[in-house]
């Protein structure tokens, strides 16, 4: 009898360890893109968790998902340029376009937070911008500018004493060639 008691002992120890030992790194391993993993995955649904009965719990529940999206863009943008990912920002560009489809379903206008999840966004979107912008280097040709970039927005040419000068927008971005070398890369503070 007393081998049995100590043996469920035991058992249940080695369960209460295990326990122990797996719940942090459960919690180490939430996703990569510093968003944080709701319960069944409401996070990644775009759904708000079943916590959040009231206004006030889907307010405060918002405001945590658009900080924790808002450090990962900070993160991300205080590494390197080389170490910088796209996918990153994408994911956080993504998790501001289901932030923002959830805060539409709200009653009433909460302009403060809609400001803080479009600052995160467009933080994202310039995270992109550099990483794109990264690759180029004055003195490419339309055609290796074209492999990087794909196709701009828009194209603007004047013919200059110079030859061709033309002026290709992606989005925030400007690049200048004169007769198809890249001369002069700009980023401006305004999209279009």
């Known amino acids: ?3 049995v008691v100590e043996m469920l002992l035991t058992r249940r120890a080695l369960l209460a360890i295990l326990l ?10 939430s996703p990569p893109s510093g968003l944080s993993a709701a319960p069944g995955g409401e996070a990644e649904r775009g759904a708000f968790p079943p916590s959040a009965v009231t206004m006030q719990d889907k307010l405060d529940w918002l405001t945590l998902e658009a900080d924790a999206a808002t450090q990962a863009a900070e993160a991300e943008a205080d590494k390197p340029l080389a170490q910088q990912r796209a996918a990153r920002y994408r994911t956080v560009l993504e998790r501001g376009r ?25 933080a994202a979107a310039a995270g992109l911008e550099r990483i794109a912008n990264g690759k180029l280097k004055i003195g490419m040709s ?20 110079g030859g061709v000068r033309q002026q290709w927008r992606y989005g925030p971005t400007v690049l200048v ?16």
């Not at 122990?20 to 391993?29: N, S």
Request: zero cysteines.
């Open 1 to 3: 009898m007393a081998s």
């Open 177 to 192: 060639f004169e007769n198809g070398t890249l001369l002069e890369i700009h980023q401006t503070l305004k999209d279009e």
């Open 20 to 29: 122990l030992l797996v719940a942090p790194v459960a919690q180490a391993q």
């Open 142 to 161: 339309t055609d290796q500018v074209l492999a990087i970039r794909g196709e701009p927005s828009s194209i603007s040419e004047a013919t200059t004493s």
């Open 98 to 122: 289901q932030l923002t489809r959830l805060i539409n379903t709200l009653d009433g206008r909460f302009p403060r937070l809609e400001a803080q999840v479009n600052d995160m966004m467009s």
